[in-house]
C-alpha cells in the first residue's frame, strides 16, 4: 500500500510531512507537494490500469464520472475516497481548430477546452480535490484570493461540501461574469484595495491567524486534481503524446501541474515520450518569462497590467513548480500583447468556440512561436484553453464593437486609453430599420 507524504518542493529540506498537516509551506519556506510513493508499473500493470480507465467511462457511479476521480489511481493520497466532492467535472473536450490552425500557420490545431468545467473553467479540476481535503481536515470554513475562476470554483464546491467559503477580490478587477457566481453559491465576498498579489498575501495571513483552509494553488492538493487534465487528455489521445501543450500563465499552479502529472506517468513508466510544455504569459503580467530569459531561477515580481484579468498576476505562488515543468519537459515561456490575445480570441470564436480573454494566450503564443520556427507546421499541439466565453462577456462585446481598450474607464460611455487594435475581425451589431424589406436586403447582399 503507498503511504503519500507531504515535501518540500525543490528543495534541500527532506523531511516528510503528514497529509494532516494544515501547512502549505516547508520549514525552509518552500511550497510543499504530494509525494504519491509511486514506483514503476510493468507493462501488464499500465494496460490494467488504461483498461480499467476506459471501463469507467461506461459506468454511471458518480467517481467513474469524474474527469478527475475516474483517474484516481493518480491520487492514493485521497483513499479510501468516501468522502470526495464531485459535480462531476473534468471530461472536457478536445476540439479541432481548422480556422485557428490557419490563423497559426499550422496543419492542425487541438485545443482542451477546460471552461466547459461545472463552473467555466479549470479551477474545477483542482478544487474537487482540495475541498475533499477540506473536508478530511475537517474544516469550517476555507479561503482564497481571486481574479475569479477560483472564487466561483471554491464557492460552489464548498457550497456541494456544506463549508462556509471568503473570497478576497481585488477591488474593480474581476468580471462580473464570475464575481456573480461566488456571490450566488454563497461565499463571503470580500473587495480590498489593491491588486490580486496583495489579496494572495493577505488571505494567506488571515488563515494562518484565523484556522481557514487556503485553497489558492499553493494548496498541494489543488495541483493533485489539476494533474489529472494531462491524464484526461493522453487517455483522449489515446495515450499518444503530442509533440507541444501549451498552456496560459498566472499564478503558474496550472503550469506547474502539467510538469507533476508527466514527471509522475514518466516514473510509472505509463509514458514514454515528454510533450513540451510552453507557458505563455500577458506581456504586461510576465515574470516567468522574464526570469526565464534572464535564465534567472529567483522570482522578480512584476506590477501586473492585462485585460486578461485571469492571468493579471505579477507575484505568482507556484512559480518554482511551473519552472520546473518547463525544464522537465525541453519547453519554452512566452509573452502575447494585449492586441494578440484578443485577435488571437476572435479566431478561436470563429471555429465556434468560446473562450476567455486569457486562454487566447495559447492560440496567440502558437502563432508566435510558430512564427519563429520553435514549432513546426506538422507538430501535434494542444493548447489549452482554460476559461469560458461567458467569464467576460464584456471583454467580447467591446472588442466586436470596436471599444477594447487596455485600460478601461465604463462610467455613461466606454472611453479609454491604448486602444487594442483589432485587426479587422470585429462583428458589430448591425442597426437597421424595423422593416423586413430592408432587412432582407441587407442580409442578401451579405450572405457569403
Not at 146 to 175: C, E, L
Not at 187 to 193: D, E, G, L
Request: hydrophobic share 40%; aromatic share 8%.
Amino acid at each position: 500500500m503507498l503511504k503519500p507524504f507531504l515535501k518540500a518542493f525543490n528543495s534541500t529540506d527532506k523531511n516528510k510531512y503528514a497529509l494532516t498537516d494544515i501547512r502549505f509551506r516547508a520549514t525552509d519556506g518552500k511550497i510543499l507537494e504530494v509525494d504519491n510513493g509511486f514506483s514503476k508499473l510493468d507493462s501488464k500493470e499500465v494496460a490494467a490500469w488504461r483498461k480499467r480507465f476506459n471501463a469507467r467511462l461506461c459506468s454511471n457511479k458518480l467517481l467513474d464520472r469524474s474527469g478527475v476521480w475516474r483517474y484516481r489511481e493518480f491520487l492514493p493520497w485521497a483513499r479510501p475516497f468516501d468522502t470526495v466532492v464531485t459535480m462531476p467535472e473534468g471530461n472536457t473536450p478536445i476540439f479541432n481548430m481548422p480556422r485557428s490552425a490557419a490563423y497559426c500557420g499550422m496543419k492542425a490545431l487541438l485545443c482542451k477546452h477546460q471552461g466547459l468545467n461545472p463552473t467555466g473553467s479549470f479551477k474545477d479540476n483542482g478544487m474537487t480535490a482540495a475541498v475533499t481535503q477540506a473536508q478530511k481536515l475537517g474544516a469550517k470554513m476555507v479561503a482564497c484570493a481571486s481574479t475569479g475562476n477560483t472564487s466561483a470554483s471554491m464557492a460552489a464546491y464548498a457550497a456541494r461540501a456544506g463549508i462556509k467559503s471568503v473570497v478576497f477580490i481585488p477591488d474593480g478587477q474581476i468580471a462580473y461574469g464570475k464575481l456573480s457566481q461566488s456571490l450566488d453559491y454563497g461565499a463571503i465576498t470580500i473587495q480590498i484595495n489593491g491588486d490580486f498579489d496583495k489579496a494572495m498575501s493577505i488571505v494567506q495571513e488571515v488563515c494562518e491567524r484565523g484556522n481557514i483552509y487556503l485553497l489558492n494553488s499553493i494548496n498541494p492538493f489543488r495541483i493533485e486534481g489539476q494533474k489529472t487534465i494531462m491524464v484526461e487528455m493522453l487517455h483522449q489521445l489515446d495515450w499518444a503524446a503530442p509533440d507541444w501543450v501549451i498552456v496560459p500563465g498566472g499564478n503558474l499552479g496550472n503550469s506547474g501541474s502539467f510538469g507533476k502529472a508527466f514527471d509522475e506517468m514518466i516514473q510509472l513508466g505509463f509514458i514514454k515520450k515528454l510533450p513540451r510544455i510552453a507557458v505563455v504569459q500577458a506581456s504586461g503580467a510576465n515574470p516567468l518569462y522574464k526570469s526565464f530569459i534572464d535564465k534567472n531561477t529567483v522570482l522578480t515580481p512584476v506590477q501586473a497590467h492585462t485585460r486578461a484579468t485571469a492571468i493579471k498576476i505579477g507575484n505568482p505562488v507556484s512559480f518554482d513548480k511551473a519552472l520546473f515543468a518547463v525544464k522537465l519537459t525541453n519547453g519554452i515561456v512566452e509573452q502575447v500583447s494585449e492586441t494578440e490575445i484578443a485577435l488571437a480570441k476572435s479566431r478561436i470564436g470563429v471555429d465556434g468556440v468560446g473562450c476567455e480573454p486569457a486562454s487566447a494566450t495559447t492560440v496567440a503564443g502558437c502563432k508566435k512561436l510558430i512564427e519563429r520556427g520553435t514549432i513546426k507546421p506538422e507538430n501535434t499541439v494542444v493548447c489549452i484553453l482554460t476559461g469560458n466565453l461567458l467569464k467576460d462577456p464584456d471583454y467580447t462585446v467591446e472588442f466586436h464593437q470596436d471599444y477594447l481598450f487596455a485600460e478601461a474607464d465604463r462610467s455613461v460611455t466606454l472611453t479609454g486609453t491604448g486602444k487594442i487594435n483589432t485587426g479587422g475581425f470585429a462583428n458589430k451589431p448591425v442597426k437597421l430599420e424595423a422593416d423586413a424589406d430592408v432587412i432582407l436586403e441587407y442580409l442578401l447582399k451579405n450572405r457569403s
